[in-house]
């Protein structure tokens, strides 16, 4: 059920996603097989990312819309996502995270750091907006993204010891 993409909008921006639909086996599966067909589709049909509107208003649109699908078909399925874009020419990261856990990791010259996020999953809340962030991406920074896997699998069991743990690995 964990997937991951990107894909480049011109010249300027780099976007990319990170999903994790509820459940395992094949429903989960195949939903996110349906989730990663209906992203591309609506990224082409509202022309997401085009500079037509503002990175904010483009995110909101493709969380509404995938929330709006997930809703509609009754799957049964929910999913966490981190959606970002980063703006090359202005070495800034614009990004939303709609009940995605762990954090993304801003790995930079002032160290290892927590982006900060919330916001509700896709798939179990209609009429809903995501807020949207946004932080300087200095040229030789790293952004790590990962799925709550991580957790399963790291020696600490508090959660908070494990945040902790990944921040300092």
């Given amino acids: 059920g964990d997937f991951i993409d990107l ?4 010249d300027r921006y780099l976007s990319f996603y990170l999903t994790d639909v509820s459940g395992h086996g094949a429903s989960s599966a195949f939903t996110t097989i349906w989730v990663k067909h209906a992203t591309a589709e609506i990224a082409r049909n509202h022309k997401l990312f085009d500079g037509s509107r503002g990175l904010a208003e483009d995110m909101n649109t493709g969380l509404s819309e995938i929330n709006r699908l997930m809703l509609e078909s009754r799957i049964g399925h929910y999913m966490t996502c981190l959606v970002g874009v980063l703006d090359i020419k202005s070495h800034r990261l614009h990004y939303a995270v709609a009940g995605h856990l762990p954090l993304m990791v801003m790995v930079g010259p002032e160290g290892n750091r927590f982006l ?10 209609a009429q809903q907006d995501w807020p949207m962030y946004e932080v300087d991406f200095p040229p030789n920074s790293t952004l790590l993204a990962f799925s709550d896997g991580i957790l399963e699998v790291m020696p600490p069991e508090d959660l908070l010891e494990k945040e902790d743990y990944l921040l300092q690995t």
């Fill in 116 to 125: 900060e996020g919330k916001g509700r999953p896709l798939g179990l809340f």
């Fill in 7 to 10: 894909a480049y909008f011109g």
